[in-house]
């Protein structure tokens, strides 16, 4: 019989860190039941304390989902643990997951302690989340660079305490696959009492190992994986949920089984990266646009005399359907609606189906085939709609030798303005003629302009931050003029703040 490993996912904790990739509740409702539809077994739902917007989540998220574990994270506090368990109140499964830094660099540094203080501390946060939850994962935070043998004395002291699993995050992400290993191997070997909790992973990719040293965790003992959708996180981010499925999937000779129904990874992924605003790089694994592609003749030779050649795994195990309908002008609603629902988009509201409709008839004018970028960024345009600014026209003149001048209206609670500036660049000149509408004090401190389609025609998607009254506002949009892409997520960053 198979070892059962439980996937944990942070894509709404852990992920959502990354600055620009916040979700409202209703977004994260959203992942959270797309999560329980692929077959997660707990979901870090997020870090009630710090923040209204966070606790409401996890509220919220433990209504709507039926079976999976929610958790919420603490510190070894006793005020962040009585908060994490009023707002799991109505999880039908519960966790606590609590923890303190356990390396030297924390202990001296970032704690100003003793080894001695932080087992005390530890056992003293494991027993208290233990009155409020039968289920509490205690993390050591740093354990990727902390002592064996003080680390097995901290993993030994909380699950006498109640811990009914152990997290030892790579949290800086150093760790060789190798070193990991053994830790965990280590663990297992030296920790008495070791089998009355599981011991989870945790690691992070800033060498680009989070899923080499994952693997290398569940191949030493290992029962529980910490990971999210298409790896985003802090810095570099984190172990890739599809990476670990489908190497588990490929790998029969490793014998560990999961509750992942992995033919819906295509379909949560879009999801998060549209939600996110994150556009997943073209040579991502399993999940990225070429993924599945060949072409070096050579390649394609071989996979059309048999796809096993050069492919390790069929593109539907992980939901992507080789006959995909493409979209042109000349597709109806019906072929929208499908392609929709195919990346986890489902409308039955026939209102905004057509006002979709209409803007993909407007996008298809100016290309050649639409794709599934341009799919996700229509049917996210709604989201913008009921925003208390908004832009009526645009128009920009610059060439060589002119110096650029921008014209622009703007719709603000109904009410019509009109503005012009010039400036280094049709950017800035956009911008500027914001500003002499919107008469605040905006600092743009930082503008990332990507093209995530192939062809000069195709979308670009426009981040940036804004800071108002000491404050960063991040901004999105995406559009097949660049220049207005920027305008418009200029506006997004001051609806934000401008009520």
Request: proline share 2%; charged share 25%; with cysteine.
């Amino acid at each position: 019989m198979s070892d059962r490993l439980y996937i944990f996912d942070t894509t709404l904790r852990d992920g959502e860190q990354v600055p620009g990739c916040q979700l409202n509740t209703v977004e994260k409702i959203e992942v959270a039941k797309a999560l329980e539809l692929l077959g997660v077994d707990i979901i870090e739902a997020g870090f009630p304390i710090s923040s209204p917007g966070d606790f409401h989540s996890v509220e919220e998220i433990s209504k709507a989902v039926t079976w999976p574990t929610i958790c919420a994270l603490t510190r070894a506090v006793q005020k962040d643990i009585d908060v994490a368990a009023d707002a799991l109140k109505f999880a039908k499964n519960k966790r606590i997951h609590t923890g303190i830094g356990v390396s030297e660099s924390h202990i001296r540094y970032k704690f100003n302690s003793t080894p001695e203080e932080i087992i005390e501390r530890a056992v003293a946060a494991t027993k208290y989340a233990k009155k409020y939850v039968e289920d509490v994962e205690f993390y050591c935070e740093d354990a990727g660079r902390a002592d064996n043998e003080y680390l097995a004395r901290v993993v030994e002291a909380v699950i006498k305490a109640g811990a009914t699993v152990v997290n030892i995050p790579d949290t800086t992400g150093y760790c060789l696959p190798q070193e990991y290993g053994a830790k965990i191997k280590y663990l297992m070997d030296h920790v008495d009492g070791i089998h009355n909790a599981r011991l989870s992973t945790h690691c992070h990719n800033d060498l680009g190992m989070a899923t080499a040293n994952t693997i290398s965790g569940v191949l030493n003992g290992a029962r529980q994986v910490e990971v999210t959708i298409n790896g985003i996180g802090e810095r570099a981010g984190n172990t890739a949920l599809e990476e670990v499925g489908m190497i588990l999937r490929c790998h029969k000779d490793i014998d560990i089984d999961t509750n992942l129904n992995t033919q819906h990874i295509h379909h949560v992924s879009t999801m998060v990266s549209s939600l996110m605003n994150m556009p997943i790089q073209p040579n991502k694994a399993i999940v990225g646009r070429n993924a599945f592609a060949h072409s070096s003749g050579i390649h394609q030779d071989g996979v059309l005399k048999n796809k096993d050649t050069y492919e390790i795994i069929d593109p539907k195990d992980v939901g992507i359907d080789n006959n995909e309908i493409i979209l042109t002008a000349r597709s109806g609603r019906a072929a929208l609606k499908h392609r929709l629902h195919v990346l986890g988009v489902d409308l039955s509201d026939q209102n905004k189906l057509d006002e979709i409709y209409k803007a993909f008839l407007d996008l298809a004018d100016k290309k050649k085939e639409i794709n599934d970028d341009d799919i996700l960024m229509l049917a996210g345009r709604d989201r913008v709609a009921g925003q208390r600014i908004k832009i009526d026209y645009l128009q920009v003149t610059s060439g060589v030798g002119l110096r650029p001048i921008a014209s622009i209206g703007l719709d603000i609670a109904g009410e019509k303005f009109e503005g012009a500036a010039n400036g280094n660049g049709p950017v800035d000149a956009a911008i500027n003629a914001i500003k002499k509408i919107i008469n605040r004090k905006m600092t743009l401190q930082d503008i990332l302009i990507q093209n995530i389609t192939k062809g000069s025609g195709d979308l670009g998607k426009v981040h940036m931050q804004v800071e108002c009254d000491g404050i960063t506002y991040q901004g999105f949009s995406a559009n097949t003029d660049i220049v207005a892409a920027s305008a418009e997520a200029y506006i997004d960053a001051i609806n934000k703040f401008v009520h």
